[in-house]
């Protein structure tokens, strides 16, 4: 049972430092890339986190392979799969966020995180036990959508609560390399171990890796987290979130080309799935493999990221990343042979990681610190919660079409997203100086 994080935090903090401007900026330029880990608890929930999510990256590998073996490779049921996992974020997501700002994150990670865990073993063992059926992964897969609803929001806000405000863009990015490492070892091994031993003990592995980040929050010291005061527990906490974020005409465009992004460009795993098997005529590893090349763009992208993340990011770097990562996917969507589409997914990878990772610092630093975990539970809703959508449509584009077309008629989405979302920000930066200089000279 979590409680209220008010109640620590009112506590003196051990080893804590005031935060000045003067400090922050010397801790942004002493540890190069890797300046975050300089922070005990944060090291802790990274060497968690590369075990946890090379267990989860295996374990969508796995799943994605097990609808297409138990449907006939079907790319309609891996699209319900997809949207299934995915589908809670749009009923929790919000909820938790406002959980998030109430509560204890770091207790609320550990209970989470355990749950995951249970549904991947349960998973392993209907598998490994030959008893196994589409509707299984079905329900599991909801299941596993409803904690990771849950962990998004909390785990996100938890970042600067670690490092503070002023390593959050590098912990930002730091996260992201953990992210793609894991991306690239994960589907990498499970390709390798499916062809070997099959798809139920890769969901073994990964139920007993989230030990791994459930230690890490245990090992924590509770005293050096920066925390701030847990909101209010009145009532209508949900509606102040989305007041707050609709008098920020900036916030909200970023938001909605992040929804783009995620919704229709980011729908790698099913739409690998399909092409590895229905369009290339390739096996479980050969799938594994395209995630791999899709996540050495996305490590190289988060490395960059981590390397300038020393200030607020600026919005170029989500837009221009948007809109180079939309042209990039279209382009790869039309490679003509096997080893061509992996090469081309290098730069998709880089370019998708330049923009999310300068959207979510851009979003967590232009919040109130009593808002963050609330606006963070919409970002990860319309992240995440696009998914069900995406999924589903990825899915028909390819049995109407073909393989290639869900990242095709993606990749054009998200161009014209980005292309929209800055000329309506452009906009109004442009009202916002016409009317500065119509008032000043009406003043003079």
């Known amino acids: 049972m979590v409680e209220p994080a008010q109640q620590e935090s009112e506590r003196p903090e051990r080893g804590h430092r005031k935060s000045t401007s003067d400090d922050s900026a010397r801790g942004s330029a002493r540890g190069g890339m890797f300046r975050s880990l300089r922070e005990r608890n944060y090291r802790y929930y990274a060497s968690g986190q590369i075990v946890s999510l090379t267990g989860t990256w295996m374990q969508r590998a796995a799943q994605d392979w097990l609808v297409l073996e138990l449907s006939g490779g079907s790319p309609a049921a891996l699209g319900v799969a997809v949207a299934l996992q995915f589908l809670p974020n749009l009923l929790f997501t919000l909820y938790a966020g406002v959980i998030a700002d109430r509560f204890d994150k770091r207790r609320m990670l550990i209970a989470v995180q355990s749950g995951m865990g249970l549904c991947g073993l349960a998973l392993g063992l209907l598998d490994v036990g030959g008893v196994v059926e589409l509707w299984h992964v079905y329900a599991l897969a909801f299941g596993l959508g409803c904690f ?34 894991a991306r690239i070892v994960g589907p990498a091994l499970a390709g390798g171990l499916i062809t070997l031993i099959g798809t139920g003990p890769v969901f073994l592995v990964n139920g007993l890796s989230t030990g791994a980040v459930v230690l890490g929050l245990l090992m924590m010291d509770p005293g050096r987290l920066h925390r701030t005061a847990g909101a209010s527990r009145e009532s209508g906490q949900l509606l102040a979130g989305l007041r707050y974020v ?31 098997r229905n369009v290339f005529e ?31 990011p600026r919005l170029r770097l989500v837009f221009g990343g948007a809109a180079a990562f939309g042209v990039l996917e279209a382009a790869a969507s039309l490679m003509p042979t096997y080893h061509s589409f992996a090469v081309a997914l290098v730069p998709v990878g880089i370019a998708v990681m330049t923009c999310t990772t300068a959207a979510n610092s851009t979003v967590q630093l232009s919040v109130d610190p009593v808002m963050r975990g609330r606006v963070m539970g919409l970002y990860m809703m319309l992240f995440l919660g696009g998914r069900p959508v995406g999924g589903l449509l990825s899915g028909w584009l390819a049995e109407i079409f073909n393989g290639r077309a869900p990242l095709l008629v993606g990749g054009l989405c998200v161009v014209f997203a980005s292309v929209v979302g800055a000329a309506v920000l452009a906009r109004g930066s442009k009202r916002r100086v016409d009317s500065g200089v119509a008032e000043k000279y009406r003043l003079g």
């Open 246 to 276: 609709s008098r920020s005409p900036r916030l909200i465009v970023v938001l909605v080309l992040v929804c783009c992004v995620s919704t229709f460009g980011m729908n790698f795993e099913n739409a690998f799935a399909v092409i590895a």
């Open 282 to 312: 390739r096996d479980a590893a050969g799938y594994g493999l395209l995630i791999t090349a899709l996540a050495v763009g996305t490590l190289s992208g988060a490395s960059l990221a981590a390397r300038r993340a020393g200030g607020r």
């Open 148 to 181: 990771s609803a849950f962990d998004a929001p909390v785990r996100q806000s938890f970042v600067v609560e670690m490092v503070g405000a002023a390593q959050l863009p590098n912990a930002v990015a730091l996260n992201s390399m953990t992210f793609n490492l």
